[in-house]
């Protein structure tokens, strides 16, 4: 079993929809989160980091932790062309040293 | 603020040629560095990362080596360039926090495309 699962997609919706991406995770010591998004050709960028559980939002952008289910989410509002990439999300703990463990990406694709 | 510098952005080169890839980071002191590969469809996967100057830990036997002879330098090598050595890769920098383990964010390079012909 992978530590980090994420749907790879593709993901196409129209311009203006609610977007929720979603990643689960097999290791309960994990407690700090986060979402890149990588457009094509670049290095993923950070959107959102977490620490432990709860809700935390950044203008369209909200990113969810629930350790119980050992589940993240990231929801994109009003969706626009310019959110056309991919989303990455990571994790890492304490007790993991160095590591940080990625999700292998969901290819999104926001149609005007 | 911190910022990430990463180059080449792209490289092509023969099979047996030499690689260095090279990746500076300014605002911060003491950071954790660390070169990915990124490949289609895999995810990300950790090459090398350091922890100081001198300090290289490797988690994948292969053709590549690293080194950090700065603080906030980080460069990525092969001697000998193979086909499979091709791919994108991804210098990145973390922030050791006080009297532990590196947690945290993490903040990536534009990236280095290579193709090894």
């Known amino acids: 079993q992978k530590e980090v699962e994420q749907d790879p997609g593709p993901l196409s919706v129209p311009e203006g929809a609610i977007v929720s991406l979603n990643c689960t995770y097999s290791?309960?010591?994990?407690?700090?989160f986060m979402w890149y998004r990588q457009y094509s050709r670049k290095g993923p960028e950070l959107l959102m980091y977490?620490?432990?559980?709860g809700n935390k939002e950044d203008g369209r952008f909200t990113a969810q932790v629930d350790k119980s289910s050992k589940y993240i989410s990231l929801f994109i509002r009003d969706s626009q062309p310019s959110d056309s990439a991919t989303y990455l999300c990571?994790?890492?703990?304490?007790?993991?040293?160095?590591?940080?463990?990625f999700g292998t990406g969901t290819s999104l694709t926001v149609i005007p | 603020s911190q910022t990430i510098h990463q180059w080449p952005a792209t490289l092509v080169q023969p099979v047996g040629s030499p690689l260095s890839l090279e990746c500076t980071v300014e605002?911060?002191?003491?950071?954790?560095l660390y070169w990915y590969r990124q490949a289609a469809g895999r995810g990300l996967q950790l090459l090398f990362y350091?922890?100081?100057?001198?300090?290289i830990s490797s988690e994948v036997p292969q053709n590549l080596s690293a080194s950090r002879p700065q603080d906030r330098q980080f460069i990525l090598s092969s001697k000998k360039l193979l086909l499979s050595d091709s791919g994108f890769y991804l210098c990145?920098?973390?922030?050791?926090?006080?009297?532990?383990?590196?947690?945290?964010?993490?903040?990536f390079g534009e990236g280095s495309r290579l193709t090894v012909l």
């Open positions: 977490t620490y432990s559980s």
């Open positions: 290791n309960s010591a994990f407690q700090y």
């Open positions: 990571a994790m890492s703990a304490q007790n993991t040293g160095n590591q940080f463990y």
């Open positions: 350091s922890v100081g100057i001198g300090q």
């Open positions: 990145a920098w973390s922030v050791r926090l006080a009297g532990g383990p590196e947690t945290g964010e993490l903040f």
């Open positions: 605002g911060t002191s003491n950071p954790n």
